[in-house]
């Protein structure tokens, strides 16, 4: 992936040691704060990860083997015989990067290899050091962010935190399900939590805001200092709190809201949002473009994010555009990144970045990473052009896993690598100066310094 001395030079020499600062994942909590020891390879490799599931089950793999109950050396058997029908996907590279990587396997995955792989990982896996902790530490990882619902109890995050470790372990605040204003039982049973868990019985709209306000608080004492929205399409409505109060208050009596009720009301709530992360000096990630639960079947019977979603093609200027507006005229736009998933709309998220920057802060509207289907060799590449023709490459805050796999980490490397011989080619052209002291600062500077400084995770230091 390197095609030229000058990227070469760029990784090893510059990128490939930098410490990873993984601002946005899906690790479970629980495991890191009780430094899980896994049983084998199917555990660590194969429990939560849809990529891997897509792909077995494009090969004919059945959901047992995928989600159900086989034993986990079957499990890992079925994948590994799909390896080999992966090539030009990023699975198999990352496959093999994961291997190599923390356990120094060099050879191709496949069912031939199958038996002795397992057979030296889980080996591997016994020892201490590959506890879940030790694994980040293998990796180099100084920051982790997990996603965390307001109306869940957070103390897997007080364990670590009073536990002094030498990772930084942070919540994200991610309250989507108090949009979800049409989710019937589910969302009377999201408040009922929502009460219990702050102390604010919530039974009228003020409430809710009151209640949704102290999760803000109760997650900035424990370090968090972003929050996140996963959404096909921003919310950009203009409401005001009276007609937001009518809305939620139809829903709590039992009644039905229509879609243009829940608009209006998850579009007051998105304003509320942004003024809470504005107050505190947090950052805002919206992550749009995501076709959810594509196939209701499925989604009945293994319930979401087991590998049914896809890209959508709503459009995403008018409504985010809007909403960054209603902020920035409240005075409350905060350091926000939005996360593209449509190819189609990449020079549209990087160019609406730059009608909110202020001179505040470098960088304050940040352009995402490539997500999801994107985080991928060509879709990284599209995000790094797109932002580089339209903002400040220079000041970007660089990769991030969304993974919840402890094996993800090498996507940073993966990250870098491509950077770098974009960067090589680049001089090799004489496209950007032939000086590797300056792209070098630049380099670190995406790679680890720009989330550095951008987040303040080291505020207190």
Known sequence: MLENEAARSLYHDVA??????DYHCHLPPEEIAENRQFENLSELWLEGDHYKWRAMRANGVDEKFCTGDADPYDKFLAFAKTVPYLLRNPIY??????????FGIDSLLNEQSAPEIWAQANEQLADESMRAQGILKHFNVEVVCTTDDPAAALPHHEKYKASNGALKLFPTYRPDKALNIQGGDDFQAWLNALSDVSGISVTNFSSLLEALRKRHDDFGALGCRLSDHGLEQCFGGTTDKATAATIFEKALAGNAVS???RYSYASY?????????????WTKQLHLGAYRNVNSAKLKQLGPDTGYDSISDLPQAHELGSYFDQLESRGAMPKTIIYNLNPAQNYVFASLAGNFQDGSVPGKIQFGSGWWFLDQHEGMEWQINALSSQGLLSRFVGM???SRSFLSFPRHEYFRRILCNMLGKDIEKGMIPDDIDLVSRMLKDICYSNARNYFGFYDSE
């Open 16 to 21: 490939k040691g930098l410490p990873i600062i």
């Open 93 to 102: 590279h990352w496959t093999h990067l994961e291997l190599k990587r923390l």
């Open 259 to 261: 879609d243009e009720e």
């Open 269 to 281: 709530l998105m304003v509320f949002f942004g003024e809470l992360d504005a107050e505190k000096g």
């Open 400 to 402: 991030l896993t969304d």
